[in-house]
């Protein structure tokens, strides 16, 4: 059974682990609370970034003695093997807890239920699936990671009510309300980079950084995704700090060098393929994971939008609808995805809705049936 402080103490642990969201990619946000005997809450902490100490072992360093014979409440299942740094399993014995109480179970292949049991093993007690949901929901990008081996693409969309992205003339400024664009700021400062076409760089010269009171300081990577290389006179998206990478087939890279030298972008050149954009969308965002983006913000037209979903790389779909009407003449959200009737739709799941200032956001993760 688990107690009233042990739950709390889970929602504490799920609260610490947000705090490692922009770094510890590839692995896991974890968040851990020790409770001594008398279920105070006595060390907590959360892994901080990708190498640094684990949850657990912040958490019981922070309790020190307190830790004996108490409790220790971890957002995922401590891990049993020697990664960057060592077991979190022989740490919780040496410290003599009794009992972990734990959200999710670790689906990394060097874990998946040893941890739990080697716990079980030394005869503490060990109860699994507390706060499971927010805990699958909250680990979604190292989730999906070790499914695919990619980032996880948060597809960002303006429309107006009728679903369309800009007026017959392409004009598009200020779809949304300020309220919006705020909240797309905030979208781009939490993002680890910040994705486009060379179509929205050509025609917008968009910075792609996030601005006003919500810059944290840091900004995103912006890649660019180009058939051509063509980026036009725009010239924008490298003048503020944040890394900058422009995915092409291989065969335009060497005609685009001069982004490289005079700007410092970096130029990834991936096999021509007639598929994708130019080149296999899957490849790059295999190549985004290894370079450590874990999740991408993809601001982005009509033509890699529709490239996205159509290769089934969207994992979440975020759109603001402004109350004004396009009709017709003006430009949809997508081309064609070859959905004929209502059973074909691509639906989202796990919905969010709210109002910011005129626009509703509408935020969903898109259930692809075929996976
Ligand atoms: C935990 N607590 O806070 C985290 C865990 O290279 P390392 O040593 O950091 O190990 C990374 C692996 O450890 C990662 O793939 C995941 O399975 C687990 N992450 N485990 O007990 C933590 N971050
Ligand atoms: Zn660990």
Sequence with gaps: MTSLPEIQAMKRALELAILGRKAVFPNPMVGAVVLDSSSNSVGEGFHEKCGAPHAEIVALSEAGAAASSGTIVVSLEPCCHYGRTGPCTDAIINAGIRKVVIAMLDPHPNVSGKGKKQLESVGIEVETSVLL??????????????????????????????????AKDGGSRWLSCEESRKQVHRMRASAQAVMTGAGTVRYDDPELTSRGSEYTGEQPARIVVSATGDLGNSRKIFEKPGRVIIAVPESVSGNIQEFQREFGADIWGFPADSTGYGFNLTLLLERTASEGFGEILCECGRGLATMLLRKKLVNTLSVFTTPLILGGEGLPAFEKLGINSMVDSIRLENVRSSLLGTDTHLEGEVVYWTD
């Design 133 to 166: 949901d927010e805990a699958e929901i909250l680990n979604r990008v190292y989730l999906h990671y070790l499914r695919t081996s990619r980032s996880w693409i948060t597809l960002k969309m303006a429309l107006s009510m009728d679903g369309r992205t800009a």
